[in-house]
């Protein structure tokens, strides 16, 4: 059976990145989109990003154009969205789909893990997975879910 930390996914700049680089960190993984309505979420999920980091929390972007197609962009499009308009410091990979033959093995994998209210498919952009430290899922979040109001599970998982 695969974990997450078996996983790998390719970064915004080209470099394959293992999970198993983040084995003992709270992960929030987040499919992501530069034009989508729920696009100021960057800001929240990098304010909770500096503010765990220390204690072991990392978020995992992932550009996603399969809705609406609101991330058309290449890799500098996403860049100057996520760094220069978000200040975005949390790694960022290379645009992946979440859904369907061809969805990225990472998103394949927490949605058999932990399926939506509505199924294992991602309904929208800024659909949130929260992954313990051990790889293990916890939970799934709409993305009507913001960054602020996931605080409260991520310091139930971090312990503090």
């Known amino acids: 059976m695969t974990t997450f930390h078996q996983l790998s996914a390719t970064s915004l700049r080209g470099q394959l990145i293992p999970m198993a680089d983040y084995a003992g960190k709270l992960v929030l993984v987040v499919n992501t989109a530069s ?16 503010k765990y980091a220390d204690q072991g929390l990392v978020v995992l972007g992932f550009p996603c154009n399969q809705f609406g197609k609101q ?29 369907g033959p061809t969805a990225h093995p ?9 399926p939506g209210v509505l199924g294992k498919r991602i309904k929208w952009n800024f ?8 790889g293990k ?24």
């Open 35 to 50: 034009h989508c309505g729920f696009t100021p979420q960057y800001a929240g999920l990098e304010k909770l990003y500096k």
């Open 71 to 99: 991330e058309p962009g290449n890799a500098d499009d996403i860049t100057q969205t996520c760094q220069i308009n978000y200040g975005v410091s949390f790694p960022i990979f290379e645009k992946v789909d979440v859904n």
């Open 106 to 114: 990472v998103f394949r994998y927490l949605q058999d893990e932990l």
């Open 127 to 134: 659909t949130k997975f929260l992954i313990g430290r051990d």
């Open 137 to 160: 899922p916890i939970k799934r979040f709409a993305p009507l879910t913001t960054p602020e109001k996931l605080e409260a599970s991520i310091l139930a998982a971090l312990d503090i």
